[in-house]
Antibody
C-alpha cells in the first residue's frame, strides 16, 4: 500500500527538542522530493520545509530556519524533521507529504508544477510547560 | 515571499448549490496553484493542481480556473461530503505558501 506514516510526536517543554519521522512505503521513495507541513490547533496549513530526492537541496520557511532541520535516509525510506529550541507556538500537527512534479510550458518557457499528492495522517507535537 | 489571500474565510451553502472560492497571489505565480480539501481530523487531500487540472479520482463537480493572479475553485452541485475546509497553495516559489482556508458549511 502506498502510504506515509509519521511518528515521534509528543509533549515537550519549551526549549526542548524532538525528532519526527515519516516512514514511506509502496513507492520509490528516493525518486521524490518530500515536504513537511504543519497545522496549529484550529489554524490553517503552514509549509515548513522540503528536501530533494537525494537530500542535496533543502528549503525552509524563513521563520524556522536554524531551529528545524529536514533530512532523509533513502536506505530506510524515511524522512525526518529535527526540531530544536521548541516554542509554544510550534504546537501543531506535523504532516509529511510526497512532492510530485510535472513539466509545464508557459510562453515557451519550461518549468515545473509541484503538488503534494500523498499525505500522512500526521503526528502531534505539543510544546508546553 | 508570495502571499496568498483566500476568500471568503467561511461560506454557507446547501446541497445542490454551486459555490466559488477565490485565491489571489501577491505576484505572478504562472499557474502554480493547487487546491486541497481537508475534513476535520484528517490530512489534506489534493483536488486540483496547476490551477486547472483535476487530480485523479476527484469528482468532476470540482473545477479550477485562473485569471492572472486570481484563481478560483468552483464546486458544482454540492454534495454532503463536500462540506470541509479548502486551501489554496502556490508552488511557484519557496516558501510554498497556503491561503488562510475557506470553511464550507451546510446552510
Amino acid at each position: 500500500e502506498v502510504q506515509l506514516v509519521e511518528s515521534g510526536g509528543g509533549s515537550v517543554q519549551p526549549g526542548g527538542s524532538l525528532r519526527l519521522s515519516c516512514a514511506a512505503s509502496g513507492f520509490s521513495f528516493n525518486n521524490y522530493w518530500m515536504t513537511w507541513v504543519r497545522q496549529a490547533p484550529g489554524k490553517g496549513l503552514e509549509w515548513v520545509a522540503n528536501i530533494k530526492e537525494d537530500g542535496s537541496e533543502k528549503y525552509y520557511v524563513d521563520s524556522l530556519r536554524g531551529r528545524f532541520t529536514i533530512f532523509r535516509d533513502n536506505a530506510k525510506n524515511s524522512l525526518y524533521l529535527e526540531m530544536k529550541r521548541l516554542r509554544v507556538e510550534d504546537t501543531a500537527i506535523y504532516y509529511c507529504a510526497r512532492d510530485f512534479q510535472i513539466p509545464g510550458y508557459t510562453g515557451g518557457w519550461k518549468h515545473y508544477y509541484y503538488y503534494m499528492d500523498l499525505w500522512g495522517k500526521g503526528t502531534t507535537v505539543t510544546v508546553s510547560s | 515571499d508570495i502571499q496568498m489571500t483566500q476568500s471568503p474565510s467561511s461560506l454557507s451553502a446547501s446541497v445542490g448549490d454551486r459555490v466559488t472560492i477565490t485565491c489571489r497571489a501577491s505576484q505572478s505565480i504562472s499557474g502554480s496553484l493547487n487546491w486541497y480539501q481537508q475534513k476535520p481530523g484528517k490530512a489534506p487531500n489534493l483536488l486540483i493542481y496547476a490551477a486547472v487540472t483535476l487530480e485523479s479520482g476527484v469528482p468532476s463537480r470540482f473545477s479550477g480556473s485562473e485569471s492572472g493572479t486570481a484563481f478560483t475553485l468552483t464546486i458544482s452541485n454540492l454534495q454532503p461530503e463536500d462540506f470541509a475546509t479548502y486551501y489554496c497553495q502556490q508552488t511557484h516559489s519557496i516558501p510554498r505558501s497556503f491561503g488562510q482556508g475557506t470553511k464550507l458549511e451546510i446552510k
